[in-house]
């Protein structure tokens, strides 16, 4: 579970009701059912129509890329590329097909499978993209639901606050209850706007950074598979590989290259 994603949220909440308290404000001046009605189920309204249902049923698959956070260790990758790069040198790479059927990565396992199987270089690099397109496609799928979202919320809210004036300003009636009127009108806004800027928007982002790592990986796992069937050096593989790294990582990555090491994903034959 990704914890930046409601710490974010319950911090930036935490921010503008501790704000209006701060003010002098009361906790309860916040909340009002019909504006919650109006903006929440006028934006999931928009939503609805806006998407197909086949896209609409991805919802769930979207908030579990938001708030799980998937475990990546590109120096492991580095690492069994490596030693597959170096088992095939030494065996050809009719050898690692035993090594990319138990490796638990599937788009590096479909790709030396691939490779083990004889496929031209040019069809592999035009299978991995097509595949890394179609998990781009499908994440930018996810972060418009939510953008959408965000862009029909501030909207809702404004509807939301135009139909209290027009309420206040037909029961003119008690002058004395025409500021709070107006003040529970404007809370449609306040909703709208709050609700797209803490809530959807970042949603959108963290899905469409999280596509962008993923994305990276593949390409990673890509040029390693290529570098591996056109028979580079084991030196060679991990320094092209090592440009995907950054910082201290980098370093890591351009270690000298050795035995693979215990524990690895891949298990090299003998």
Do not use: C
């Amino acid at each position: 579970m990704d914890k930046t994603t409601f710490i974010g949220i319950l911090i930036g909440l935490i921010a503008l009701i501790g704000g209006f308290i701060w003010e002098g404000g009361h906790i309860s001046g916040l909340w009002e059912a019909t504006a919650a009605l109006i903006v929440f189920g006028g934006t999931i309204a928009a939503v609805v129509i806006s998407f197909p249902m086949s896209r609409l049923r991805s919802l769930p698959q979207a908030l579990r890329m938001a708030f799980r956070e998937q475990p990546r260790d590109l120096n492991r990758l580095v690492d069994d590329l490596v030693a597959m790069s170096l088992q095939a040198r030494r065996e050809g790479v009719l050898a690692l097909e035993a090594s990319a059927q138990k490796h638990s990565h599937p788009f590096l396992r479909d790709g030396m499978m691939m490779v083990v199987d004889g496929t031209e270089p040019e069809v592999i690099q035009q299978m991995l993209d097509m595949e890394m397109d179609s998990v781009e496609q499908k994440h930018d799928g996810y972060a418009k639901i939510f953008e959408a979202a965000g862009g029909y919320a501030p909207t809702m809210g404004i509807i939301g606050t135009v139909m209290g004036l027009i309420h206040v300003l037909g029961n003119l009636s008690d002058p004395s209850m025409l500021g709070p009127s107006i003040a529970v009108a404007f809370t449609a806004t306040l909703y709208g706007v709050v609700s797209a800027n803490v809530i959807y928007l970042p949603i959108a982002t963290k899905i469409k950074t999280r596509s962008a790592l993923q994305i990276r990986e593949m390409e990673l796992i890509q040029l390693g598979i290529l570098a591996i069937q056109a028979a580079d050096n084991p030196k060679i593989v991990r320094r092209k590989l090592s440009t995907f790294m950054q910082g201290e990582d980098a370093y890591e990555a351009l270690r000298e290259v050795s035995e693979p090491k215990r524990g690895m994903n891949v298990e090299i034959q003998k």
